[in-house]
């Protein structure tokens, strides 16, 4: 009878403890990611000539807007979850990565381009996105660049806007055929800037601060 109270034991040490060092590592997995959000340790890039595409082959493209943290490489999957939560290395990252649609070409010849990016706590990735809100902030500050290794896009900052998360902007499939894009951002933003209504168009979309069901959006037009 004691033996088979003590295999009893002894099997139940054997079940948990692996359960339970599982455990303690995901918790210390946590505390690291949480860490390296805090601490700002993120690729950033400047828009040059002088990257190194050969050498970063998952980068499809660099953006940068001046006076903002926002100059980072751009990546692209066969769906939209896959750099939610992974840096352009392809390691795992709690800031993920910006990413372009993966219904876009990652050669941009689409009308219009819908790039995404988390909004961070300590003011990384696509937060500096709701700066734009502000009248001010967003007269001043009208130029943004996406840089291919074959092609410079330069871009007018055109409109910021808060959207809900089943808005017309993400029907891409219809929306990168028209050439009418405009009309109805227009009547949506927040913030908006006169423009010639040529070029393509890159919409920037991060989450809200505020409410889940909300996202910020920044739309570029190409000059």
């Known amino acids: ?4 109270r003590w295999l009893n034991k002894t099997l139940v040490y054997v079940i948990l403890l692996p359960i339970f060092l599982i455990c303690i590592y995901a918790i210390y997995d946590f505390w690291c990611c949480i860490k390296q959000s805090e601490s700002g340790e993120y690729v950033t890039i400047s828009a040059s000539a002088d990257f190194d595409w050969a050498a970063n082959s998952n980068v499809i493209a660099i953006i940068s807007i001046d006076d903002t943290t926002i100059h980072y490489p751009i990546v692209q999957w066969r769906d939209n979850k896959y750099y939610l939560a992974r840096n352009e290395r392809n390691e795992y990252s709690v800031a993920g990565s910006i990413f372009l649609d993966y219904r876009n070409s990652k050669d941009f010849d ?7 990016g988390h909004r961070m706590s300590a003011g990384q990735m696509f937060s500096d996105i709701a700066k734009f809100e502000e009248g001010e902030f967003f007269d001043v500050h009208k130029k943004a660049t996406i840089l291919r290794a074959d092609e410079e896009i330069d871009t007018e900052i055109i409109a910021f806007l808060r959207v809900g998360v089943n808005s017309s902007l993400y029907r891409l499939e219809s929306r990168r055929l028209r050439l009418d894009n405009l009309q109805d951002i227009k009547s949506e933003a927040i913030q908006y800037r006169e423009n010639n209504g040529v070029g393509r168009i890159f919409a920037l979309s991060t989450c809200n601060k505020k409410s889940k069901s909300l996202r910020d959006v920044l739309v570029l037009k190409e000059t």
């Open 110 to 116: 689409d009308n219009y381009n819908i790039i995404y």
């Open 1 to 4: 009878m004691r033996v088979i």
